[in-house]
């Protein structure tokens, strides 16, 4: 199967490896140069899809660059991709409607949910929860990993700190920022016996591959923790040099695959769900 990935910090990503020569394998076929999050590849769905799309369009390469939505919104603005599969919707809203992306798909959804040690108290809603972690943080009595990259579980999380009127900072002690992936942000807050944001679809692969030493401490169905999953292409017309027709082609094949999609599971259980365009 012929996929690429690349997992780079904000800081190592540059043009020279996104645009490295492809290797003799490359040649005579198809290229298309796929943004997207760590959560999408982490739970292992991404690998599910782009197979999927392997086996109907044998000739493309799908190479993709996983990272936050923040930064995956950003390599599109400047071009740098085909298009992205992303789940921050205030982000999104803001590259499609600025001209940067066109053809902006609801693809599927989950829930967010919050994690912490095995000794950790259950919550009855996630802004109790948020309050009691920041009450008990201020306190030193618990730790808190964050993202803190931008993604869209981060901007979630910060969202729901705003909506108490609270103001998280790095320089508290309790709130910690990872910088990184959901799955390494999991086992960091494993190890510390952390609570944690997390998308539920890599918490649950996270949990049937290792011990996390996490549980759930908070689910629910609330407006705050639903996690969409949108799909845009790349504007032709301010980049004009982007994979239009790949871009094209691998959301058409999205939107008739949707039922596999939904049929994924991990570890038995369905972690992503229809979307009511």
Do not use: C
Not at 146 to 175: A, K
Request: hydrophobic share 40%.
């Amino acid at each position: 199967m012929f996929v690429s990935k690349v997992y780079l910090s904000s800081v190592m990503i540059t043009s020279l490896l996104i645009f490295a020569t492809l290797s003799v394998s490359y040649q005579n076929k198809d290229v298309l140069l796929l943004g997207t999050t760590t959560s999408v590849d982490n739970s292992g769905v991404l690998d599910y899809i782009i197979t999927g799309y392997h086996q109907k369009y044998p000739h493309t390469i799908v190479r993709v660059i996983a990272k936050g939505s923040g930064a995956a919104i950003q390599l599109a603005r400047d071009g740098e991709v085909d298009a992205i599969l992303t789940h921050d919707p205030v982000a999104e809203s803001q590259f499609v409607s600025q001209g940067f992306g066109i053809n902006y798909t609801r693809l599927f959804h989950n829930y967010f949910l919050l994690v912490g040690p095995k000794q950790g108290k259950i919550f009855q809603s996630i802004l109790d929860a948020f309050s009691y972690l920041y009450e008990q943080g201020s306190k030193k009595s618990i730790q808190f990993i964050s993202r803190g990259d931008s993604s869209g579980t981060h901007s979630r999380e910060l969202e729901i700190w705003r909506s108490l009127n609270l103001t998280v900072d790095t320089r508290s002690g309790w709130y910690r920022e990872s910088g990184s992936g959901m799955a390494a942000t999991l086992r960091l807050a494993g190890q510390i016996g952390a609570y944690t944001f997390t998308d539920m679809a890599t918490f649950i692969r996270m949990e049937s591959i290792t011990n996390l030493n996490l549980k759930v401490v908070y689910t629910g169905n609330e407006s705050l923790l639903y996690n969409r999953y949108s799909y845009s292409i790349v504007s032709p017309s301010l980049h004009p040099g982007r994979n239009f027709h790949g871009a094209s082609s691998f959301l058409s094949f999205l939107l008739s695959y949707l039922p596999m999609i939904l049929n994924y599971r991990i570890d038995g259980k369905q972690v992503f769900f229809k979307e009511a365009n």
